[in-house]
């Protein structure tokens, strides 16, 4: 099968894709400006409460409101959904969409657990359409060409990845963030992105060790790992939403080094620094919007080409990612209710 371009900034189909959206939240917010923003089609939006679609629809110029997802997803006028639910309904939702025959991108984490991610797979392979994770670091601009470096072997051997994705967001029982019920945790907020991050970089790990401490409602305030990848080499990441940290990420090669800049899994800059401390490369970003657009016009573009998987994160290394993170559930200790 004919590989696309790696660049998503030259991704964009033919306008004729048409979005809809499933929930309303900040995320959806984001994802639905980062849209307006690159100029596509967004014909449809989706709540529970159909006051809330309404709002959205009003503010983003949306055509059609539906006050629930089972409508949303019969919509003949949308050929694709962005779930923006909760971590817990991922799985549902995005089933319910291609059911409908529906392509769906499916905001990190893909879905709760690995065996859900597979039943979506497997659901996305019968109906034959696109069910992609919306991981959208992986799309941005600077994580390409980071890509490209490497491919190159201007690093030597790749030997390390380390990277951190660590907040101040709320200790706050209450909050999101820290109700098991809804998935919360550091680990599938916050480190989902230096693990996916490390698996991009240097193959889905052999082997994972991890350590936590775990807040008041026995969600994970702060993860560690350090991953074996394929060929040996080694990954750290820490994540935390109790404390702000540095959020950058250094990739670590025999030859030469890749350090990326704050923050590190959003448009930013990098430079290429070798051994002697020499820099051969600096780049920085210079996008519109926070950057949510590309992995957007990237779906897009596959399915134009009348594809159903993503080069840069093939559904089967999400479906992987999501058996990594239930691995070091295990080991810290952390059980979603009803598992």
């Known amino acids: 099968m004919t590989g696309l371009s790696s660049d998503p900034a030259h991704s964009a189909a033919a306008p004729g894709l048409r979005w809809g959206i499933l929930a309303t939240g900040g995320i959806a917010h984001a994802f639905t400006s980062d849209l307006r923003t690159a100029g596509r089609q ?156 490390a698996c991009d970089v240097l193959g889905v790990p052999d082997a994972v060790t991890s350590a936590a401490r775990l807040g008041e409602t026995g969600a994970d305030a702060e993860v560690a790992t350090i991953a074996t990848h394929p060929g040996g080499a080694l990954s750290t990441s820490i994540s935390t939403s109790r404390a702000a940290g540095p959020n950058r990420a250094t990739v670590l090669g025999t030859d030469a080094r890749i350090e990326i800049n704050a923050t590190w899994y959003c448009p930013t800059s990098f430079r290429v620094v070798t051994a002697d401390g020499t820099v051969l490369e600096e780049y920085a970003s210079a996008i519109e919007g926070r950057g949510m657009q590309f992995q957007a016009l990237y779906a897009e573009k596959l399915i134009a080409a009348g594809r159903t998987d993503s080069d840069l994160l093939p559904i089967a290394e999400s479906v992987a990612i999501m058996r990594l993170l239930d691995e070091v559930r295990a080991q810290i200790g952390v059980v979603y209710p009803g598992e």
Do not use: C
């Open 42 to 197: 967004i014909t449809a939006v989706g709540s529970r409460r159909p006051e809330a679609a309404a709002a959205f629809a009003q503010q983003y110029g949306i055509g059609h409101a539906h006050g629930s997802y089972e409508d949303l997803v019969a919509d003949p006028d949308v050929d694709i959904i962005y779930i923006a639910t909760p971590h817990p309904s991922h799985a549902e939702n995005a089933l319910l969409a291609l059911d409908a025959g529906k392509h769906v991108l499916v905001e990190k984490p893909f879905t709760l657990t690995a065996a859900e991610a597979q039943r979506v797979a497997d659901r996305a392979a019968e109906r034959g359409l696109l069910a992609m994770e919306a991981m959208w670091t992986r799309y941005l601009p600077h994580m390409v060409r980071i890509r490209e470096i490497i491919a190159t072997g201007t690093l030597g051997e790749v030997r390390a990845v380390f990277a951190d994705h660590t907040q101040k967001i709320s200790a706050d029982p209450a909050h999101r963030l820290n109700a098991l019920e809804l998935g919360g945790g550091s680990l599938l907020d916050l480190g989902i992105y230096p693990v996916s991050f």
